[in-house]
C-alpha cells in the first residue's frame, strides 16, 4: 500500500511512553549537526533563500464528530431542519467512518471543491500528498471521540471527521471566500459538533512546497516564543483537554528542547546579542534593557541554530508527545516518519474544536497575518508586536485575570494590523473562560 500522511495526534499510554531516537535529546541539548535517519527526499528540498508575503499558503485542518442515525433510532433533534443521515449499519464501524466521509465529500463537491476520501485514495493506492494543492480530503480524526453531552444522545452514531483543506495562497482574496463556502455548507447541511477531544489547526509555508528561509523561521520562532502565553489563553482553562489530554499541543516554553535548556541554566555559549542578526528583533532587546535574561538567552539560542534541522529540534520536544507543540517546527527537525513525509510547513495547533465558521477563519487569519510580518524583515508590525509581547505580564494589577488576558491579546492583535472582525470572538472568549482563573499562570 502506498504509504499515506501519518495522524497519530491520538494521546494513549503506548505513545505517550515513547521516547526520541534522536541522538540529540540527550539532556535537551541540540548542538549535533545531524540527527535520525537519512533526510528523505521531501526532506532535501532545498530551502528558499528569500521569503515574500505573496508566497505564503494556508491550510486548514478541522477534526469534529459527524452524527450519523442509529437503525431504527428515533431522531433525538427533530426539530433540527438539517438532514440526518440514517447508518446502514451502526456496529460497522468502518463502514460508517466511509458513509460519513462520502456524505462530508458530497458535500464539498457540491459547493463546487475537489473532495476526496481517504478510504477512496487507499483504494486507488495514491497518496494524500497528492491532493495538497488541489482538493479537500475527508478522513478519520484520530483524536476525536464522543463524550458525555455526545453520548446522552442516544440516537447518534457519532464518527470521527478530519477535513483538510487544501493549501491556498493566504493573500489571495478569494481563500477565505472558499473557506467559508465549505465550512458553511458543511454546517448548514449536517449536524456537526465538536467537544474537547477536536481542534482547529492551522498550517503555513511556501505555495511552492519549499521550506521557509531559515532567517524566517528563526523570526517566526522568535516571536512565538514571546508571545505564547497570550496567544495560547484562547484555549479553554476549563477544558479537559487544556493540558493536552486527547491532543499533543504543548507550550514550546514548557516542553521544547529550548525551554529545557533554559531550564537547565545551560549558560549561552557566546553573548546572546552577537548570535542575533536580525536588526528588528536588535533594535527591541537593545530598546528595552529590562527585558528578562531568559527572553534573551532564549532569542540567542534561536538564531545559534545553523540549519533548519536545528532549529526544527530545539523548537520540539525529545520525547514523541511533546514533538508536536502547540506552534508545531517538527516538520523541519525530521525526527520521526510523520515529520519526514509531512508538508514543509509551520503549523499553529492549539484552537479547541468549534462549528463557529467566524472564529476559524478569524484563526487563520490571525495566523496568517503572524507569518506575514515574519517573512518580510521590513514590516514594522513585527518589531511592534515582538516589542508588546515581551512587555506584557500574564496578570495585570488591575481587573480581573480574565480581563487582563483579553486585553493582552487585542493589544497583540492591534499592533499586528489584524482586523477587528477577526480577533473579537477570541478577546470574549477569553475574558469569558479566564474569569479569575488563576490555576494556569
Not at 463556502?181 to 489547526?201: F, M, Q, Y
Not at 553573548?271 to 527591541?284: H, N, P, T, Y
Request: aromatic fraction near 6%; hydrophobic fraction near 35%.
Amino acid at each position: 500500500m502506498a504509504p499515506f500522511v501519518l495522524d497519530d495526534d491520538r494521546q494513549s499510554s503506548s505513545e505517550t511512553s515513547s521516547s526520541s531516537t534522536d541522538a540529540s535529546a540527550s539532556n535537551g541539548r541540540t548542538d549535533v549537526k545531524t540527527t535520525g535517519p537519512a533526510p528523505t527526499r521531501a526532506g532535501l528540498l532545498q530551502a528558499a533563500e528569500a521569503d515574500s508575503a505573496e508566497d505564503i499558503s494556508v491550510a486548514l485542518e478541522w477534526k469534529l464528530l459527524f452524527p450519523l442515525l442509529a437503525p431504527g433510532a428515533q431522531d433525538p433533534h427533530p426539530g433540527d431542519g438539517r438532514r440526518i443521515v440514517e447508518a446502514r449499519c451502526a456496529e460497522d464501524e468502518r463502514g460508517c467512518l466511509e458513509q460519513a466521509h462520502d456524505c462530508v465529500a458530497q458535500t464539498i463537491r457540491d459547493v463546487g471543491e475537489e473532495a476526496v476520501t481517504m478510504h477512496s485514495l487507499r483504494k486507488q493506492g495514491v497518496e494524500e500528498k497528492e491532493f495538497w494543492s488541489s482538493g479537500w480530503v475527508v478522513k478519520k480524526a484520530n483524536s476525536a471521540v464522543p463524550l458525555d453531552e455526545e453520548k446522552a444522545l442516544g440516537g447518534y452514531v457519532w464518527v470521527p471527521v478530519e477535513i483538510c483543506s487544501p493549501k491556498m495562497r493566504f493573500g489571495d482574496a478569494r481563500t477565505r471566500g472558499r473557506m467559508r463556502r465549505v465550512l458553511g455548507a458543511l454546517n448548514s447541511s449536517h449536524r456537526l459538533a465538536a467537544n474537547c477531544s477536536c481542534e482547529v489547526h492551522i498550517h503555513l509555508g511556501r505555495m511552492d512546497g519549499r521550506p521557509w528561509s531559515l532567517p524566517t523561521l528563526q523570526r517566526l520562532g522568535s516571536f512565538l516564543w514571546a508571545a505564547e502565553p497570550t496567544l495560547r489563553s484562547i484555549r479553554n482553562p476549563n477544558s479537559p483537554n487544556f493540558d493536552n489530554t486527547y491532543t499533543w499541543g504543548f507550550a514550546m516554553r514548557q516542553r521544547s528542547r529550548l525551554a529545557q535548556q533554559l531550564g537547565d541554566g545551560v549558560p549561552p555559549a557566546v553573548g546572546e546579542l552577537e548570535a542575533i542578526v536580525d536588526e528588528q528583533i536588535l533594535d527591541v532587546l537593545r530598546g528595552n534593557p529590562a527585558i528578562p535574561a531568559r527572553e534573551v538567552a532564549a532569542f540567542g539560542e534561536i538564531w545559534k541554530a545553523a540549519s533548519h534541522l536545528q532549529l526544527g529540534q530545539l523548537l520540539s520536544g525529545p520525547e514523541k508527545m511533546y514533538r508536536r507543540l502547540g506552534f508545531n517546527f517538527s516538520a523541519f527537525g525530521e525526527e520521526d516518519e510523520r515529520a519526514r513525509r509531512n508538508p514543509r510547513t509551520m503549523e499553529f495547533r492549539m484552537m479547541d474544536g468549534s462549528v463557529d465558521t467566524d472564529l476559524i477563519l478569524g484563526w487563520l487569519v490571525i495566523c496568517g497575518t503572524i507569518a506575514e510580518t515574519a517573512v518580510t524583515r521590513s514590516d514594522r508590525r513585527f518589531a511592534a508586536a515582538l516589542s508588546v509581547s515581551l512587555a506584557q505580564r500574564e496578570e495585570r494589577e488591575m481587573g480581573t485575570l480574565g480581563d487582563g488576558r483579553a486585553r493582552d491579546f487585542r493589544d497583540v492583535m492591534q499592533v499586528l494590523g489584524v482586523q477587528e472582525q477577526h480577533w473579537r470572538g477570541f478577546e470574549d472568549k477569553i475574558r469569558r473562560e479566564h474569569q479569575d482563573d488563576r490555576e494556569h499562570i
